[in-house]
C-alpha cells in the first residue's frame, strides 16, 4: 500500500498527512486491505475521513472556491469550518460530476487525474490508491436515488444560509482622515501622509482586519489633534467653527452651542447628554485658566479629534448610515444635507438610500471617493513607488509615473462619469496622453496635456493591460515579470486568489549566460519543471507571456534585449537579442488562448468572471471584508443590475447601496 499512496502525493508531508487520514477512514469502515473488497464487505467509506483528506492534500480547495481559479465551475468546498455532516453532504452532492450510465467516464475521476485536460493539471496520480478510493466513491454516487442527492444538496444550502453578523466598527482610513478634517476644519495639511503606513488586505486598505489600533498610530492621532486643533483657531476662528460670536470666556450659551454643533460635526450624530456636560466641563477648566473663550474651543476640538468616536463610525442606526455613505461615495463626513437626511428618516429604505446616493454621486466630491478605490484596486502606489535601472531607462522618472497614473485615472473617470460601459476598460481603442506618455508609447505627441487619443489601428496597446501604470508596476527594475503580470489579473481582474508559494522553495529562475542567453520565457520554464511550482505557475506565467513584446515600463519591443556586461574595463557591453513568443492563455476560461496583447483585453471584458469581479471588488471597499456565502444574494444581485445597464458603474454603486448588508451595517 505504502508503495501505491506514493504516486499520488506531491511531497513527503502531504502523503503522510493523506496516508494517516485514509487509514481513518478505512479502519472505521473496515479491516480489509482491499479497498474494493471493504466495500464489498462494509459498503461506501466515510467521505469525510477518507476522500475528504486526499482531496485536501490534493490542494483542490485552492482552486475550487468562491476566490479560487476554479470558482466558476460546479465544484465548490465547504467552509474550512465545516462540520463532518456537512462534508458528507457534500461528497454525495459531487453526484452532479458523476455519469450515472459510465462512471468511468465522469468528471469527478477524469478532471483531477488530468485524463480530460484540467486547468489544475495532475492532482491525483493515475493508478495510485488515491484514485482507487475515488473511483469507488464515483461508484457508490452513481448508485444513490436522487431523493438522496436532494437532502444533502438542501442540507448545504442550509448550512450557508445568512446568519446574524456582529455589527461593524470601522476605523477611518489615512485618505478618510485627511478628507474629513479638511472638511471639518478647513484644514489641508494632509496629517494622516505623515502617519504609519496602512496594510493592503483583500486588496484594499479599508479591511476591518487590519483596522487595530497600534499605540504608533493611536501616538500620531494624539500628536496630530494636537496640530490640527492649534492651527484651527491660531490666528482666531478664520474657518468659523463657534457658530456664535460669544460675549466673553464664560459665555455659557455659546459654549453650549459650539460643542452640541461641533461635536455634531465631529462624532456625526448629535452629541448625548452625558457627552454634551463632559466636553463643556472640559472647555469650562481651559477658558478659565487663560481667559480666553477660544482656548476653551481649542480643547474640546482636540479631545474629540481623539475620541473613537470620531475615529471610528459604528455602523447602525440612522447616522451612522449617513455616515456609511458619505465614506463609500464621497471619501469623506457627512454634510449638512446628509445629516437632515438621517434625522428625517429618509435613509431608512432602500428607495431612500438610492434617491440620496444618485444626488450624492452628482457632488464633485464623488469623484475623489472614486479614485480612491481605483487608486487602491489597480495599485497606484505601486506604480508611483516604481524603481528602474537608470542606464537601461534613463527617461523613467518620478514625474513619467505620475504620468502614467494620470491616464488610468483620466480613462476610468471617463467611463464612470460619462456613462461609458465599464468593460470597455479592458478593451479601449483610445487613451488619454501628453507628449511623454505619447514618447514611451511610439505615438505622435498630442497638440495639448493629455488629450484624448485614438490608437493607431495596427497597435497592439488596448485598454488598462496596455497602460504603462499597469505594466511597469508589475515588473522588476530591469526586467518583465510575467508572474507578477499574471498575479495581478488573477486577483484584480478575475478575484481569484493565487496561493503564496510554500515555505522554503527556490522562486529564482536561472540567469542568462553569455553561451546560454536564453530569453525570459525560456528560463521561466524552471516553474513548470518543478511539481511544487507549476499547478500555481500555470495559472499566472502563461498571462504573462503574452504581455512579454512590453518592456518593463510599458514600451513595446519586438525583441528581447539582454546585455552582457564585459570582465574588461573600458570594454562596451555585450547585447544579444531575442525572439520573443507573445503567445498566452487565461487557463480556466472558455478560449482562453490569446496571440496578441490586445486579445487579453477581449477575453476579460466578455467574461463574466472579470465582470463578476468588478462587483466583487467593490463590495470589498464598500464593506471592508471579502464577500462571505452569506452575501451571494446581494452579490448576484449587483451584478445582475451592473450587466442591464450596459455595465455602467454608477447603477452598480447604487445597487450595493439599496443592499440589506448596507442599510443594516454587516
Not at 21 to 29: D, S, Y
Not at 649 to 656: D, I
Request: glycine share 8%; net charge neutral.
Amino acid at each position: 500500500m505504502a508503495a501505491r499512496i506514493g504516486t499520488g502525493c506531491a511531497g513527503r508531508t502531504v502523503c503522510a498527512v493523506a496516508l494517516i487520514a485514509i487509514a481513518a477512514g478505512l479502519a472505521a469502515t473496515t479491516t480489509t486491505r482491499d479497498v474494493g473488497a471493504q466495500q464489498a464487505v462494509a459498503g461506501p467509506i466515510s467521505f469525510s475521513r477518507t476522500l475528504y483528506p486526499i482531496f485536501e492534500a490534493a490542494q483542490c480547495r485552492g482552486c475550487h472556491s468562491d476566490d479560487g481559479v476554479a470558482s466558476a465551475t460546479r465544484l465548490h468546498f465547504p467552509e474550512p469550518n465545516a462540520t463532518p455532516d456537512d462534508i458528507e453532504a457534500f461528497g454525495i452532492t459531487l453526484a452532479v460530476l458523476v455519469d450515472r450510465d459510465d462512471p468511468s467516464r465522469s468528471l469527478l475521476i477524469n478532471k483531477p487525474t488530468n485524463r480530460e485536460r484540467h486547468t489544475g493539471g495532475v492532482r491525483i496520480q493515475p493508478g495510485s490508491f488515491e484514485e482507487q478510493a475515488l473511483t469507488d466513491w464515483v461508484r457508490h454516487l452513481a448508485t444513490l436515488p436522487a431523493e438522496t442527492i436532494a437532502a444533502a444538496r438542501d442540507r448545504l444550502a442550509s448550512a450557508s444560509a445568512p446568519a446574524a453578523r456582529d455589527q461593524l466598527l470601522r476605523r477611518l482610513t489615512h485618505s478618510q482622515y485627511n478628507n474629513t478634517v479638511r472638511d471639518l476644519l478647513g484644514d489641508h495639511s494632509r496629517p494622516a501622509d505623515r502617519f504609519p503606513p496602512e496594510d493592503f488586505v483583500n486588496g484594499f486598505r479599508n479591511q476591518l482586519r487590519t483596522q487595530g489600533m497600534p499605540p504608533l498610530l493611536a501616538e500620531a492621532y494624539g500628536a496630530a489633534a494636537e496640530r490640527l486643533a492649534l492651527n484651527a483657531f491660531r490666528a482666531g476662528d478664520v474657518n468659523g467653527l463657534v457658530p456664535c460670536n460669544p460675549s466673553g470666556n464664560r459665555d455659557v450659551k455659546c459654549r453650549d452651542q459650539f460643542v452640541k454643533t461641533f461635536g455634531r460635526r465631529a462624532f456625526r450624530r448629535p452629541l448625548d447628554a452625558e457627552e454634551v456636560q463632559r466636553y463643556t466641563t472640559l472647555f469650562t477648566s481651559q477658558s478659565a485658566k487663560t481667559g480666553r473663550f477660544l482656548d476653551g474651543a481649542r480643547v474640546v476640538v482636540e479631545a474629540m479629534l481623539q475620541s473613537p468616536k470620531f475615529l471610528f463610525h459604528v455602523e447602525r442606526g440612522d447616522y451612522e448610515i449617513a455616515s456609511r455613505l458619505s465614506y463609500f461615495l464621497w471619501d469623506t463626513m457627512p454634510d449638512e444635507a446628509l445629516f437632515e437626511a438621517a434625522a428625517n428618516g429618509e435613509l431608512r429604505s432602500g428607495d431612500g438610500l438610492e434617491r440620496v446616493a444618485r444626488k450624492m454621486l452628482g457632488n464633485p466630491l464623488a469623484r475623489q471617493a472614486i479614485d480612491e478605490f481605483f487608486a487602491e484596486w489597480l495599485r497606484f502606489d505601486r506604480a508611483l513607488g516604481s524603481v528602474k535601472d537608470r542606464r537601461r531607462y534613463p527617461e523613467f522618472t518620478p514625474e513619467l509615473a505620475a504620468m502614467m497614473v494620470q491616464e488610468t485615472r483620466l480613462l476610468l473617470g471617463h467611463l464612470v462619469w460619462d456613462d461609458g460601459n465599464f468593460m470597455e476598460a479592458f478593451t479601449a481603442d483610445y487613451s488619454f496622453l501628453n507628449a511623454d506618455l505619447a514618447s514611451v508609447y511610439g505615438l505622435p505627441a498630442p497638440s495639448g496635456e493629455f488629450e484624448r487619443v485614438r490608437l493607431p489601428a495596427g497597435t497592439h496597446r488596448a485598454g488598462l493591460l496596455g497602460h504603462a501604470s499597469f505594466l511597469s508596476s508589475n515588473a522588476g527594475p530591469v526586467e518583465t515579470s510575467p508572474t507578477a503580470r499574471g498575479i495581478f489579473v488573477r486577483e484584480q481582474f478575475l478575484c481569484q486568489h493565487v496561493p503564496s508559494p510554500p515555505p522554503g522553495v527556490n522562486t529564482e529562475v536561472p540567469e542568462p549566460t553569455i553561451d546560454r542567453p536564453l530569453a525570459r520565457r525560456q528560463r521561466m520554464q524552471a516553474h513548470v519543471a518543478n511539481p511544487t511550482c507549476a499547478s500555481c505557475h500555470r495559472l499566472m506565467d502563461p498571462i504573462g507571456f503574452g504581455l512579454e513584446n512590453y518592456d518593463a515600463i510599458g514600451q513595446w519591443r519586438d525583441k528581447e534585449v539582454i546585455e552582457f556586461e564585459s570582465a574588461r574595463r573600458n570594454t562596451p557591453a555585450r547585447t544579444v537579442e531575442l525572439a520573443i513568443d507573445g503567445t498566452g492563455e487565461i487557463a480556466g476560461l472558455a478560449g482562453g488562448a490569446f496571440s496578441d496583447p490586445k486579445q487579453i483585453g477581449r477575453l476579460l471584458a466578455e467574461s463574466r468572471a472579470c465582470q463578476e469581479c468588478m462587483v466583487k471588488q467593490i463590495f470589498r471597499y464598500a464593506f471592508g471584508r471579502l464577500e462571505t456565502p452569506a452575501d451571494r444574494e446581494t452579490v448576484k444581485t449587483a451584478f445582475t443590475a451592473f450587466r442591464e445597464s450596459g455595465f455602467r458603474f454608477k447603477e452598480l454603486l447604487v445597487a450595493l447601496v439599496r443592499s440589506p448588508q448596507f442599510l443594516d451595517g454587516l
